[in-house]
């Protein structure tokens, strides 16, 4: 197995019993997925399952017909269905092993001296491309905080330090949410939720009142402490920065932030919505 693989299996292992602690951040992803639904929406497909400790199965399969999860481990998405009680449920199809950014196969071996220009364009190359949607486009499709990940997989290929990193982590952004737009059906919904900073480096995150957690969340974004690549003025902005992601939807909306108690620490999360063009 990859070295990449191989650390999302051993992370997911570690998160397993975290239902309770989920509770507050998993009542928020569900709003978001749940409220609102048209009768127009029957399928859903989320990016980034894994163990699902942040997604309540049995209340989707109330609103949708057809729930796909998506995620690397497969082993993750075992467990979630069965922690759930839905191993016998064919409408919760699983869709295991599925890299969603086709970076395991530079991941292995990690590279021994910095990664030259010939390597860092063909990173750029391959990001370029988007491999087919993972199943049939889905009414709602939601990457859930998954994007982090990239990032970071992508920091960990080329080192924190390389002198092209920001240009790589851009063109992992923009190929997650088009890919995320294309496996949407046209008119449908796709859902970006992200971590943008924890309490690593904004230790007072979890005593915020939740009334004043936009501000709060706006002044460090303005003193530049949110993760590299999910500046949330940027992720907001992402349709009229980049014409690809622009021409597949109809702007992106930002929805409240709030937070995720994960344990080690508390993560600020934000949620970005679209509606999706039609293809031409
Ligand atoms: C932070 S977890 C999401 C939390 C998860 N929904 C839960 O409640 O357990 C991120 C997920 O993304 C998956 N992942 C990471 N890189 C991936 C990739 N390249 N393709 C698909 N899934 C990936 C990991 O296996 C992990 O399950």
Redesign the pocket.
């Known amino acids: 197995m990859d070295p ?1 693989t191989e650390q ?2 051993v ?2 292992r570690d ?1 397993r019993n ?1 239902w309770q602690r ?1 509770a507050e951040h ?1 009542h928020q992803v569900m709003k978001l997925l749940c409220d609102n639904v048209g009768n127009d929406c029957r399928s859903i497909c ?10 309540d199965l049995n209340r989707l399969l109330e609103v949708f017909a057809e729930v796909h999860l ?4 497969q082993e ?1 998405l075992l467990f ?1 269905v069965e922690q759930q009680s839905l191993q016998e449920t064919p409408t919760v199809v699983l869709h295991g092993g ?7 196969k530079f991941a292995s071996p990690l590279p021994a001296t910095q990664p030259n220009t010939a390597d860092v364009d063909r990173l750029l190359k391959h990001f370029q491309v988007l491999a087919p949607p993972p199943c049939q486009p889905c009414d709602v499709v939601a990457s ?3 994007l ?3 990032i970071e ?1 992508i920091a960990s290929l080329v080192g924190a330090g390389h002198p092209r990193l920001p240009e790589l982590v851009t063109a992992v952004r923009c190929h997650h949410l088009q890919r995320l737009f294309q496996a949407t059906r046209p008119g449908g919904r796709a859902i970006l939720i992200t ?1 943008i900073l924890s309490s690593d480096t904004f230790p007072t995150l979890p005593a915020i009142p939740q009334t004043s957690l936009r501000n709060a969340l706006a002044q460090q974004i303005n003193m530049r402490n949110f993760y590299t690549g999910l500046n949330p003025a940027i992720l907001e902005s992402l349709a009229e920065r980049e014409p690809s992601i622009g021409r597949l939807c109809n702007g992106i909306a930002a929805h409240p932030p709030w937070r995720w108690d994960f344990g080690p620490r508390t993560y600020a999360v934000a949620a970005y919505e679209a509606r999706t063009r039609s293809q031409k």
């Open positions: 990449y999302q299996l992370r997911n998160c975290t989920y998993r989320i990016w980034g399952a894994g163990n699902a400790n942040d997604l998506v995620d690397l481990d993750a979630a599925v890299d969603l950014l086709g970076i395991t859930v905080c998954l982090s990940q990239l997989a971590e």
